[in-house]
């Protein structure tokens, strides 16, 4: 295939933070996805329907002329969330799903939950008026291993959270195990995002020849199996897994430094690393319901009515891109990859 051309897809798991960054940022988003889900982690989180009315506009006033997207906003979930923001949440519209942290658990967290059960108000009424639940899987308990983060909080958390709440429609996000593939598998009202990293690397390129700063995520990249796992679950069709990059900039000194921030920057190029992950897998024909049609069926929203096409034409992922006094350094920057947007 030297062609394909696709219903537009959306990105339903985006971080593009706020002032310059976001400038710099969401152009790239907007050259590829029609919508996107924003994630709530700036400094200080967005928390209330009027800070999300506030970065909406901010997002809004930063789509190039003439271009069309819809920011999906979320909020973020803390202790101190009350039905009352759930239903303010709801009657906005514009605030899609709540996203949930635990506290401590990557970059931003520090107002994340402390104890999931303090949010059993909230989710009963979020299960009521049929609002989604975005989680973060990762337990952050000091003494489980950093591998084994997404399946102890499978067990620990979001078995007994589905028990609570069955009806509580939940995206575990950016799935990086066979253990959540067979979690979202099994549950009902569950659905799962999936990053570009996780399909295209194993944990392996973050010790390439040296430390790799710019391969390090959270969740972070596991075994070759796990990767596999995720592969079969991206490309089998079933409408619970669908595309999320998950891009999250950071500047290039906060990533090469002795303490780097966690985060992949993909939204350069997302569509044609899922590309190039798809056809890996001989699987390019499942690429467009993946990319473009079970996140929105999932979110209850139309699907998307343009196309967008990909060509076959090697190119190479820039090394970095400039930003106001740094760089941003893309996933996979240097290397040569096989599809671009026509
Ligand atoms: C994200 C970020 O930088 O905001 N980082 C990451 O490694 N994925 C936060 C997150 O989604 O965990
Ligand atoms: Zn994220």
């Known amino acids: ?20 960054i976001l400038k710099t940022v969401l152009p790239h988003t907007v050259r590829q996805f029609a919508r996107a889900i924003i994630m709530p982690n700036l ?3 967005v928390r209330s329907v009027d800070e999300a009315a506030a970065y909406r506009e901010r997002i809004i006033a930063a789509i190039p002329a ?5 920011p999906l906003m979320t909020l973020y979930l803390t202790d101190n969330t009350t039905p009352k923001d759930i239903i303010a949440a709801l009657a906005s519209g514009f605030v899609k799903a709540l996203k949930y942290y635990p506290a401590g658990a990557t970059t931003n967290s520090d107002f994340g939950v402390t104890d999931i059960r303090r949010c059993d108000r909230v989710f009963e009424v979020m299960e009521e008026v049929d609002l989604p639940l975005l989680v973060h899987g990762e337990v952050t308990d000091k003494d489980v291993d950093v591998f084994d983060r997404e399946k102890v ?28 593939v067979n979690f979202v598998l099994e549950a009902e009202n569950v659905a799962a995002t999936i990053t570009p990293q996780h399909l295209l690397f194993n944990r392996n390129a973050l010790f390439q020849g040296g430390l790799r700063p710019h391969f390090y995520c ?23 897994f669908f595309l999320g990059t998950d891009s999250a900039p950071h500047t290039r000194n906060n990533k090469e430094n002795s303490c780097g921030c966690a985060g992949c920057y993909s939204a350069l190029h997302a569509l044609m690393l899922y590309a190039e992950a798809f056809e890996r897998a001989d699987a390019l024909d499942k690429l467009e319901a993946f990319a473009s049609f079970y996140g929105p069926d999932f979110y209850r929203l139309p699907r998307n009515t343009e196309q967008i096409t990909l060509v076959k034409s090697a190119w190479q992922i820039p090394a970095h891109i400039p930003l106001i006094e740094s760089e941003l350094v893309p996933l996979w920057g240097g290397h040569e990859i096989m599809w671009q947007i026509q």
Do not use: C
């Open 153 to 180: 909080f499978i067990e620990k958390y979001l078995l007994p959270l589905k028990q609570r709440f069955p009806k509580l429609r939940i995206v575990f996000e950016h799935i990086t195990t066979s253990d959540a």
């Open 43 to 45: 400094k200080p989180p």
């Open 218 to 240: 959270l969740p972070i990249l596991k075994g070759e199996e796990h990767r596999q796992a995720i592969v079969e679950a991206a490309t089998s069709g079933n409408p619970k």
């Open 66 to 70: 003439g271009q069309q997207f819809e």
């Open 1 to 20: 295939m030297q062609k394909l051309t696709i219903t537009q897809p959306d990105d339903w798991h985006l971080h593009i933070r706020d002032g310059a």
